[in-house]
């Protein structure tokens, strides 16, 4: 399990390249507690995706609300997501943050899985007309969308899938976090800027 990271105003600095952070576009994405230094500072929805659920958020940078979502609650987030920039008044700029998964030094690979799930999130956006999104969110939704069918397979014969079956899960313990919108619950991390009231259904 990939340890998290904490981040705070002094970790995300002038160093970080202008075009790192996906400034001007709504939808961004990016990998980690690195990419979230990168993409989330300015956000005012970041949405931590880790489909398995196995990986603690870090303290993500900013003052806006802060979100976990996967597989299982795309099309419900994308609804929160909604209410909350009608809240705002204007255009909602959000940060999609993929957990990833642990390498035996400590870093993050790449996870097959949280890709899918933050695919299905940017879908999820684009249906409700949020839809300005960066090369990688764009990229992330395509590759959901190629694969929607073969979603469940994939999250069971990823790397993280199969460490779970050698640690001794079966298919039926990591099914459940495959089915596409089986939730209609949103998990709160962080509550909104301003006076925190969270946004109607």
Same mark, same amino acid.
């Given at each position: ?59 993500? $940078?900013?003052?806006? #609300?802060?979100? !976990? %979502? ?5 099309? +419900? *987030? /994308?609804?929160?997501?909604? =209410? ?50 960066? $090369?990688?969110?764009? #990229?992330?939704? !395509? %590759? ?5 069918? +073969? *979603? /469940?397979?994939?999250?069971? =014969? ?44």
């Amino acid at each position: 399990m990939t340890q998290p990271t904490s981040l705070d105003s002094d970790t995300i600095s002038a160093e970080i390249p202008a075009a790192h952070r996906q400034a001007k576009y709504q939808v961004r994405f990016d990998w980690a507690a690195d990419g979230a230094a990168a993409v989330a500072a300015d956000a005012d929805v970041v949405v931590w995706v880790d489909a398995l659920a196995d990986t603690p958020a870090p303290e993500l $940078p900013g003052d806006g #609300a802060v979100l !976990a %979502a996967g597989l299982t609650d795309a099309t +419900a *987030v /994308a609804r929160w997501i909604l =209410a909350e920039q009608v809240r705002l008044g204007r255009r909602a700029m959000i940060a999609l943050v993929a957990a990833g998964g642990a390498t035996p030094s400590g870093s993050t690979r790449f996870a097959v899985e949280d890709l899918l799930a933050a695919g299905a999130l940017v879908d999820a956006l684009a249906s409700v007309g949020i839809d300005y999104s960066s $090369p990688e969110a764009a #990229a992330a939704c !395509a %590759a959901f969308t190629g694969l929607r069918g +073969a *979603v /469940a397979h994939l999250l069971t =014969a990823s790397v993280s899938g199969q460490e779970r079956v050698a640690a001794g899960a079966g298919p039926a313990d990591i099914a459940p976090a495959g089915r596409l919108d089986s939730s209609d619950a949103v998990t709160v991390l962080r509550a909104p800027r301003q006076n925190g009231a969270l946004p109607a259904e």
